[in-house]
Protein backbone atom coordinates (compact mmCIF):
# COMPACT_ATOMS: atom_id res chain seq x y z
CA UNK A 1 0.00 0.00 0.00
CA UNK A 2 1.26 3.39 -0.54
CA UNK A 3 1.10 5.63 2.15
CA UNK A 4 1.15 9.28 1.90
CA UNK A 5 3.77 11.35 4.09
CA UNK A 6 3.10 12.24 7.81
CA UNK A 7 0.57 14.30 8.69
CA UNK A 8 1.49 17.28 10.72
CA UNK A 9 -0.85 18.56 13.25
CA UNK A 10 -1.23 20.47 16.32
CA UNK A 11 -0.37 19.03 20.18
CA UNK A 12 0.12 20.90 22.79
CA UNK A 13 1.69 19.56 25.95
CA UNK A 14 0.60 19.22 29.84
CA UNK A 15 -2.53 18.49 28.96
CA UNK A 16 -3.56 21.63 26.87
CA UNK A 17 -5.69 21.21 23.69
CA UNK A 18 -5.22 23.44 20.97
CA UNK A 19 -7.31 24.65 17.60
CA UNK A 20 -6.71 22.63 14.67
CA UNK A 21 -4.12 24.24 12.13
CA UNK A 22 -3.94 23.61 8.32
CA UNK A 23 -0.41 22.24 8.25
CA UNK A 24 0.29 19.21 6.59
CA UNK A 25 3.21 17.94 4.74
CA UNK A 26 2.26 16.67 1.56
CA UNK A 27 2.61 17.17 -2.16
CA UNK A 28 2.46 20.45 -3.10
CA UNK A 29 -1.22 19.58 -4.96
CA UNK A 30 -2.21 18.38 -2.15
CA UNK A 31 -4.96 20.31 0.20
CA UNK A 32 -4.01 21.48 3.69
CA UNK A 33 -6.30 19.94 6.24
CA UNK A 34 -6.71 19.59 9.59
CA UNK A 35 -6.15 16.85 11.94
CA UNK A 36 -7.22 15.96 15.20
CA UNK A 37 -5.40 15.93 18.26
CA UNK A 38 -5.07 12.68 20.54
CA UNK A 39 -7.43 12.97 23.19
CA UNK A 40 -6.37 15.19 25.99
CA UNK A 41 -8.70 17.32 29.03
CA UNK A 42 -8.26 20.80 28.56
CA UNK A 43 -7.18 22.48 31.78
CA UNK A 44 -10.44 23.41 33.98
CA UNK A 45 -10.24 27.12 35.50
CA UNK A 46 -13.22 28.85 37.60
CA UNK A 47 -16.53 30.14 36.04
CA UNK A 48 -15.89 32.53 33.08
CA UNK A 49 -18.25 35.44 33.09
CA UNK A 50 -21.14 35.27 30.70
CA UNK A 51 -19.64 37.01 27.41
CA UNK A 52 -21.55 38.98 24.53
CA UNK A 53 -20.09 38.10 21.14
CA UNK A 54 -17.30 40.67 19.84
CA UNK A 55 -18.24 39.91 16.48
CA UNK A 56 -21.57 39.12 14.84
CA UNK A 57 -21.97 35.40 14.52
CA UNK A 58 -22.57 34.28 11.30
CA UNK A 59 -26.03 33.48 9.56
CA UNK A 60 -26.65 29.52 10.11
CA UNK A 61 -26.60 27.19 7.33
CA UNK A 62 -28.55 24.45 6.22
CA UNK A 63 -26.08 22.06 6.94
CA UNK A 64 -25.31 23.45 10.64
CA UNK A 65 -29.30 23.43 11.00
CA UNK A 66 -29.11 19.54 9.67
CA UNK A 67 -27.33 18.89 12.71
CA UNK A 68 -27.25 20.97 15.19
CA UNK A 69 -28.42 21.82 18.01
CA UNK A 70 -27.37 18.46 20.36
CA UNK A 71 -27.15 19.15 24.10
CA UNK A 72 -28.56 22.70 23.62
CA UNK A 73 -25.75 24.26 22.16
CA UNK A 74 -25.43 24.90 18.51
CA UNK A 75 -22.05 25.80 16.46
CA UNK A 76 -21.90 29.51 15.74
CA UNK A 77 -24.97 29.67 17.58
CA UNK A 78 -24.66 29.24 21.14
CA UNK A 79 -23.05 32.06 23.39
CA UNK A 80 -21.30 31.81 26.73
CA UNK A 81 -24.38 33.05 28.49
CA UNK A 82 -26.49 30.84 26.82
CA UNK A 83 -24.40 27.76 28.07
CA UNK A 84 -24.56 29.03 31.30
CA UNK A 85 -28.37 29.60 31.06
CA UNK A 86 -28.36 25.82 30.13
CA UNK A 87 -26.54 25.11 33.51
CA UNK A 88 -22.86 24.52 31.66
CA UNK A 89 -20.00 25.83 32.83
CA UNK A 90 -17.62 27.63 30.92
CA UNK A 91 -13.86 27.26 31.37
CA UNK A 92 -10.83 28.29 30.17
CA UNK A 93 -8.49 26.00 27.84
CA UNK A 94 -4.61 27.63 29.05
CA UNK A 95 -3.26 27.67 25.92
CA UNK A 96 -6.22 30.49 25.01
CA UNK A 97 -10.05 29.80 24.43
CA UNK A 98 -12.48 28.77 25.93
CA UNK A 99 -14.86 25.30 26.26
CA UNK A 100 -17.76 23.47 27.59
CA UNK A 101 -18.07 19.96 29.05
CA UNK A 102 -21.51 19.07 28.01
CA UNK A 103 -20.65 14.92 28.77
CA UNK A 104 -17.13 12.91 29.32
CA UNK A 105 -16.59 12.94 25.66
CA UNK A 106 -17.60 15.92 24.03
CA UNK A 107 -16.86 19.38 24.49
CA UNK A 108 -17.62 22.59 22.45
CA UNK A 109 -14.63 25.33 22.03
CA UNK A 110 -14.44 29.17 21.10
CA UNK A 111 -10.60 28.90 20.33
CA UNK A 112 -10.78 32.75 19.20
CA UNK A 113 -12.69 33.94 22.14
CA UNK A 114 -14.94 35.56 20.15
CA UNK A 115 -18.22 35.29 23.07
CA UNK A 116 -20.15 31.31 21.18
CA UNK A 117 -18.93 28.46 20.30
CA UNK A 118 -17.44 27.48 16.60
CA UNK A 119 -15.78 23.65 17.39
CA UNK A 120 -16.77 20.71 18.93
CA UNK A 121 -14.68 17.45 19.62
CA UNK A 122 -16.40 14.10 20.24
CA UNK A 123 -14.44 11.19 21.56
CA UNK A 124 -16.10 7.59 21.87
CA UNK A 125 -16.75 8.30 25.31
CA UNK A 126 -19.76 9.60 24.55
CA UNK A 127 -23.20 8.43 22.75
CA UNK A 128 -24.11 10.38 19.92
CA UNK A 129 -27.51 12.30 20.23
CA UNK A 130 -30.39 10.14 18.58
CA UNK A 131 -31.04 12.44 15.86
CA UNK A 132 -27.23 11.91 14.27
CA UNK A 133 -27.94 8.22 15.39
CA UNK A 134 -31.01 8.41 12.66
CA UNK A 135 -28.55 9.67 10.01
CA UNK A 136 -26.46 6.61 10.41
CA UNK A 137 -23.58 8.01 13.29
CA UNK A 138 -22.57 4.92 15.37
CA UNK A 139 -18.91 4.37 17.22
CA UNK A 140 -19.39 1.17 16.20
CA UNK A 141 -19.22 1.91 12.36
CA UNK A 142 -15.96 0.84 10.04
CA UNK A 143 -13.53 3.28 8.24
CA UNK A 144 -16.64 2.04 4.77
CA UNK A 145 -19.35 2.89 6.43
CA UNK A 146 -18.49 5.98 7.93
CA UNK A 147 -17.63 6.74 3.54
CA UNK A 148 -21.12 5.53 3.04
CA UNK A 149 -23.01 7.53 6.05
CA UNK A 150 -21.74 11.11 5.08
CA UNK A 151 -22.15 10.07 0.79
CA UNK A 152 -25.78 9.23 1.57
CA UNK A 153 -25.86 12.61 3.53
CA UNK A 154 -24.52 14.54 0.70
CA UNK A 155 -21.12 14.76 1.86
CA UNK A 156 -18.02 15.16 -0.32
CA UNK A 157 -15.01 13.08 1.24
CA UNK A 158 -11.17 14.42 1.42
CA UNK A 159 -8.83 11.15 1.99
CA UNK A 160 -6.19 13.36 3.99
CA UNK A 161 -4.15 9.88 5.11
CA UNK A 162 -5.16 6.86 3.53
CA UNK A 163 -5.53 3.53 5.49
CA UNK A 164 -2.58 1.82 6.47
CA UNK A 165 -1.47 -0.11 9.56
CA UNK A 166 1.12 1.37 12.46
CA UNK A 167 2.17 -0.09 16.22
CA UNK A 168 -0.33 1.57 19.05
CA UNK A 169 0.77 -0.19 22.43
CA UNK A 170 1.99 -3.12 20.83
CA UNK A 171 -0.47 -3.73 18.59
CA UNK A 172 -1.44 -2.55 14.70
CA UNK A 173 -3.91 -0.55 14.44
CA UNK A 174 -5.44 0.68 11.62
CA UNK A 175 -4.66 4.18 10.91
CA UNK A 176 -6.33 6.77 8.41
CA UNK A 177 -8.33 10.66 8.50
CA UNK A 178 -10.77 11.51 5.69
CA UNK A 179 -12.61 15.58 6.00
CA UNK A 180 -16.02 15.02 4.80
CA UNK A 181 -17.76 18.54 3.72
CA UNK A 182 -21.58 18.92 3.63
CA UNK A 183 -22.94 19.85 0.01
CA UNK A 184 -23.27 23.29 0.67
CA UNK A 185 -19.78 23.77 1.88
CA UNK A 186 -20.74 25.13 5.37
CA UNK A 187 -19.99 22.15 7.68
CA UNK A 188 -16.69 20.17 8.12
CA UNK A 189 -16.16 16.82 9.99
CA UNK A 190 -12.40 15.78 10.74
CA UNK A 191 -12.84 11.74 11.05
CA UNK A 192 -9.50 10.75 13.00
CA UNK A 193 -8.97 7.25 12.78
CA UNK A 194 -6.47 5.57 15.35
CA UNK A 195 -8.27 4.03 17.87
CA UNK A 196 -9.49 0.21 16.98
CA UNK A 197 -9.12 -2.62 19.45
CA UNK A 198 -11.44 -4.99 17.01
CA UNK A 199 -9.34 -5.48 14.05
CA UNK A 200 -7.37 -3.25 11.87
CA UNK A 201 -9.23 -3.37 8.16
CA UNK A 202 -11.03 -0.39 6.74
CA UNK A 203 -14.34 -3.14 7.27
CA UNK A 204 -13.34 -3.38 10.97
CA UNK A 205 -15.78 -1.68 13.51
CA UNK A 206 -14.95 0.71 16.17
CA UNK A 207 -11.97 2.09 14.34
CA UNK A 208 -12.78 5.94 15.11
CA UNK A 209 -11.06 7.67 17.64
CA UNK A 210 -12.33 11.09 17.34
CA UNK A 211 -14.27 13.86 15.84
CA UNK A 212 -13.91 17.27 15.22
CA UNK A 213 -16.53 19.45 13.65
CA UNK A 214 -16.17 23.18 12.57
CA UNK A 215 -18.35 25.58 10.42
CA UNK A 216 -16.79 26.94 7.29
CA UNK A 217 -17.14 29.88 5.03
CA UNK A 218 -18.23 28.14 1.86
CA UNK A 219 -15.94 30.83 -0.34
CA UNK A 220 -12.94 29.37 1.62
CA UNK A 221 -10.77 27.19 -0.67
Known amino acids: MLLLPVLAFAQASG ?18 AKKAPTKQSAQPAKASPAKVPTKAMPKLSMAIRQFFPIWGITLN ?3 WSQAEALGYEVKSVHNGGKYVEVNEGAKFY ?3 EVGYFNYIYLYPDSDFPSEWKKKGFSWDNSYDKWIQVFKNLGFSIEVVMEPTLMMENGRQTLTALFIATSSD ?8 FNYGIDGNLTSSPKTLGSIIIWPKDPKEK
Open 77 to 79: GTT
Open 185 to 192: KTLEFSMD
Open 110 to 112: DFE
Open 15 to 32: GQVKKPVKTVQQSASAKP
